[in-house]
């Protein structure tokens, strides 16, 4: 048995016909670039996450870099964002000009440990981002509050983690912008795109201004500043809104995944799976397994065997502090970054993972770890 690390949103059967239904509705109206699935796509996503603005846009790397700049974060200012998580929020705050400084992760959540954002703040820090990682939200009423004290702006990096829950609200809608990716192996997908989400009016009016070419309101073609395009199309959209009327039916099956793991593993005590905190839902877009000290097996070991009896797994996200392009940025210690991307491994999680599969999965991992 062959099982494919995640399935590409697209390549389900079930999504293949929900494709082919969305692809002759824009071609019946003709309707590839700009249409009404943008607007549609936004507006479903105000009303899921219950916030006031949605702005589609070409991808989630996109979705982070335009609230940087409209929040006017510039070269020579500091940008805080985790060390553990993947390599395009700390890009997007290098595109800026701006330098990323990174933060340790909390043993639990995985996400920016709150306590050591206040040890990294100085008179140039102007943003956090928070990264809701393999679908854990981030504690953010303490990232709030710190933001607050200090004048920040907070841009949450949920990429993986639509629909997440945090003291009954949902992620995107807790800072002062949300950043989606719906790249093929999200929670939802359109292939590739993005969406930045906010409640704040100015910010989404200069977000709107600048990923559209900067072009004037009062004056056609004529451009005040230099914008950019960033446009979602009007196909991309339409996948968009089709796989957001089936947001809930993907995420309970991200979560019956997680459980059958959870089932399967509990016996076990050499590993440690995804936490849930008391006042968070995860969305568990990755099942991810953390191997403890006293495993007899590494993690990289662990995945070449599991690759040879055709489980196909990926390493947890190297810390971005230890990448040639930061690696000068600052001296960084960041233990539980280090700790957790040493020993941890994402194991298949796509929605057509059924019961059967991750029993198999489970029992080889045992197996492997036995030294069996
Ligand atoms: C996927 C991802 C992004 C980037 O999204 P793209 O659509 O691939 O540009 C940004 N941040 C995180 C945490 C991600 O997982």
């Known amino acids: 048995m062959k099982l494919p690390f995640t399935d590409l949103g697209l390549l389900h059967k079930q999504d293949k016909e929900e494709f082919m239904k969305v692809f002759e509705k824009c071609l019946d109206n003709s309707a590839f670039i700009m249409g009404e699935y943008i607007t549609e796509l936004e507006k479903g996503i105000c009303e899921f996450l219950n916030c006031k603005y949605a702005i589609g846009v070409s991808s989630g790397t996109d979705a982070l870099y335009i609230p940087l700049l409209a929040a006017g974060i510039k070269e020579g200012d500091e940008v ?76 949450e990096d949920a990429a993986e983690a639509h629909g997440a829950g945090y003291k009954g609200r949902k992620v995107g809608s807790l800072g002062d912008a949300g950043v989606f990716s719906f790249y093929g192996n999200k929670i939802i997908t359109t292939g590739e795109g993005g969406m930045i989400t906010t409640n704040n009016k100015d910010l989404y009016e200069r977000a709107k201004f600048l990923k559209d070419h900067a072009m004037s309101k009062e004056k056609r073609y004529f451009h005040p500043e230099i914008g950019f395009n960033y446009r979602l199309t009007n196909i991309q959209a339409a996948l968009g809104v089709a796989q957001l009327e089936r947001i809930e039916e993907l995420i309970n099956k991200k979560r019956q995944i997680f459980n059958w793991y959870k089932e399967y593993l509990s016996d076990f005590d050499k590993i440690i799976l995804n936490h849930e905190k008391e006042w968070a839902k995860n969305v568990y877009w990755m099942v991810c397994m953390v191997l403890k000290d006293d495993a007899n097996v590494k993690r990289d070991e662990l995945m070449k065997r599991l690759k040879d009896e055709g489980i196909d797994t990926r390493p947890f996200f190297y810390p971005i502090s230890e990448m040639p392009m930061y690696v000068k940025n600052l001296n960084y210690n960041n233990p539980f970054t280090k700790h957790l991307s040493e020993r941890g491994l994402n194991l298949p999680s796509g929605v057509n993972l059924n019961n059967e599969d991750a029993k198999w999965i489970c029992t080889t991992i045992k197996m492997i770890l036995k030294g069996v």
């Open 80 to 155: 805080i964002v985790p060390d553990l998580t993947f390599v395009a929020t700390a890009n997007a705050v290098a595109y800026i000009g701006a330098k990323p400084i990174f933060a340790d992760v909390d043993s639990e959540t995985w996400c920016i440990d709150p306590e050591d954002i206040k040890k990294k703040i100085t008179s140039k820090t102007r943003c956090i981002i928070p990264v809701h990682l393999y679908g854990h939200p981030a504690d953010m009423d303490p990232i709030n509050e710190i933001a607050k004290e200090y004048g920040l702006y907070v841009i």
